[in-house]
């Protein structure tokens, strides 16, 4: 039985304490390096999980892009059309209906392009929680070190 009061009795033979728990140089090392290695696979996990949702969110943003090429396309045709209308057609009605059509789906896909592109920017990709964890990590680490 051991006396909480007591510290710890050190074996000499066995490096051991009453509790079990070695204090050797040894032991700690291992102790350190086996805890550095649980933090560094759970750090990868992050990172994996972070990169997964960065892609996802990319997809997203193409398909933005995607949609905004398809109505550029669509703007085209309609602005097209009104030039067409206009030249062939000197009642102004339905020439600057097409003109107003174009121009809203112009305006949309000009929003739909900038949404995409900044979506796709490399600071929205960046796996920043990850990032600033390992920085936390290191700096617990280097505290820790400068401490004994």
Do not use: C
Request: proline share 4%; charged share 20%; no cysteine.
């Amino acid at each position: 039985m051991t006396d909480p009061n007591r510290p710890d009795t050190v074996h000499v033979e066995t490096g051991r304490t009453d509790t079990g728990r070695s204090h050797n140089p040894a032991s700690l090392a291992s102790e350190a390096l086996s805890l550095s290695g649980d933090l560094v696979r759970k750090e990868v996990a992050l990172a994996k999980a972070e990169i997964s949702q960065s892609l996802s969110q990319a997809g997203t943003a193409i398909g933005f892009i995607a949609v905004a090429g398809v109505i550029g396309i669509v703007t085209i045709n309609v602005l097209v059309a009104a030039l067409v209308a206009a030249l062939a057609e000197t009642d102004l009605g339905p020439i600057w209906s097409a003109v107003i059509v174009g121009l809203v789906l112009a305006l949309l896909a000009y929003i739909l392009l900038r949404k995409g592109m900044n979506d796709l920017k490399p600071e929205s990709l960046m796996p920043s929680r990850t990032v600033k964890n390992v920085q936390r990590d290191a700096q617990t680490v280097k505290e820790a070190y400068h401490d004994k």
